[in-house]
């Protein structure tokens, strides 16, 4: 995938490089330097951003901003009433584990190896 399919590939997604590359699980200076024509994607990255394509801007795991980008993560999050409060509701409703589920799917499971 050339540098401009790269690009347009951005354009099309409604991201930024930085988006896209946490959507990919790869770091953004990484996907610089296939957007600048430094390195290239492997055939794996190819067939992700091709997939990508197909689902639409939906997929792309969009970077926090504001009050969002200061959030807890990881083990930090589970000192957050407002986690234990999603758990309780995704227990008690079905059709909101369901929904969350699928939504799930679009991002990268944070223990998968690279």
Known sequence: MSPEELKQLRKEL???AKELALTLGIE???FS???AGELFPTKRYVTELEALRKKGPT???RAPKGKAA????GTARL???KFWELVRKLAEHPALFDQVSKLAETYPD???PQ
């Open 70 to 73: 200061a959030a807890k993560t």
């Open 33 to 35: 330097a296939w957007e």
């Open 14 to 16: 409604s991201c930024t």
């Open 110 to 112: 944070p223990t998968a």
């Open 59 to 61: 997929a792309i795991q």
């Open 79 to 81: 000192s957050d009433p």
């Open 28 to 30: 953004p200076k990484e």
